[in-house]
C-alpha cells in the first residue's frame, strides 16, 4: 500500500562519497519528516539525519559537516549526500518518513527496506 524505496548504496573506499536516495509511494495524504537512519552490526539504530516539511534539518553529530540531507523537487523523496566516508560509516541505512495515509488516522511511522553502506579500502 505504502513503500519507501531507497537506491544508492555501496562499497566506497575511505574518503569516498555516496548519494542515498528514497522514494515514498502509495496512498499518502501527507508526509512530515523524513530522514536517514543507520545500524552497525552488533549496534542498535541511530538517528542519522532527519529534515521536516519545512526543511529544518539535524543531523547526528558524527555525521555533521559530512552529511548532507534533501528533499528535491519531488516532495516525496529525500536524499542523503555522504561525502569524506569512514569505515565508521558501515551499515545498513534505513529511509524513514512520518506520513498520514488514505485510511489512516493519524501519521504513522515507515521504513523502508535498507540499503548496506560499505567504507573499506
Known amino acids: 500500500q505504502v513503500q519507501l524505496v531507497e537506491s544508492g548504496g555501496g562499497l566506497v573506499q575511505p574518503g569516498g562519497s555516496l548519494r542515498l536516495s528514497c522514494a515514498a509511494s502509495g496512498s499518502i495524504i501527507s508526509i512530515n519528516a523524513m530522514g536517514w537512519y543507520r545500524q552497525a552490526p552488533g549496534k542498535q539504530r541511530e538517528l542519522v539525519a532527519v529534515?521536516?516539511?519545512?526543511?529544518?534539518?539535524n543531523y547526528a553529530d558524527s555525521v555533521k559537516g559530512r552529511f548532507s540531507i534533501s528533499r528535491p523537487n519531488a516532495k516525496n523523496t529525500v536524499d542523503l549526500q555522504m561525502n569524506s566516508l569512514k569505515p565508521e560509516d558501515t551499515a545498513v541505512y534505513y529511509c524513514?518518513?512520518?506520513?498520514?495515509?488514505?485510511?489512516?488516522?493519524?501519521?504513522?511511522?515507515?521504513w523502508g527496506q535498507g540499503t548496506q553502506v560499505t567504507v573499506s579500502s
Open positions: 529534515v521536516s516539511s519545512g526543511g529544518s534539518t
Open positions: 524513514h518518513a512520518v506520513m498520514r495515509i488514505f485510511g489512516g488516522l493519524r501519521q504513522s511511522d515507515y
